[in-house]
């Protein structure tokens, strides 16, 4: 996850081609916030690794039935943004 609510589409296109997918081709992204993560259950902790403006969600469930139906919840709740640069 990355912190993006400051950067600009271009920013995070490229934070996308050189940090998350050098070798891969990016076509779209899942854009949510972290209120909407916290309002989930979870949290997010600042993680600079790989870049300063990475992050870790954690406190997911226990049991697996639970962490899917946690990311599946996300999921319906984040917006999805198709690449329109290429």
């Known amino acids: 996850m990355f912190r993006t609510s400051d950067m600009k589409e271009a920013d995070i296109w490229w934070l996308a081609d050189d940090v998350?997918?050098?070798?891969?081709p990016?076509?779209?992204?899942?854009?949510l916030t972290a209120a909407?993560?916290?309002?989930?259950?979870?949290e997010v902790e600042p993680e600079p690794t790989p870049h300063p403006a990475h992050a870790d969600i954690v406190g997911w469930p226990q049991e697996k039935p639970e962490q899917?139906?946690?990311?599946?919840?996300?999921?319906?709740l984040s917006q999805l943004v198709v690449r329109s640069d290429r």
């Open 36 to 42: 909407t993560i916290r309002n989930s259950g979870l």
């Open 20 to 24: 998350v997918m050098p070798d891969k």
């Open 68 to 76: 899917m139906e946690t990311a599946k919840e996300l999921a319906t």
């Open 26 to 31: 990016i076509q779209a992204r899942a854009d």
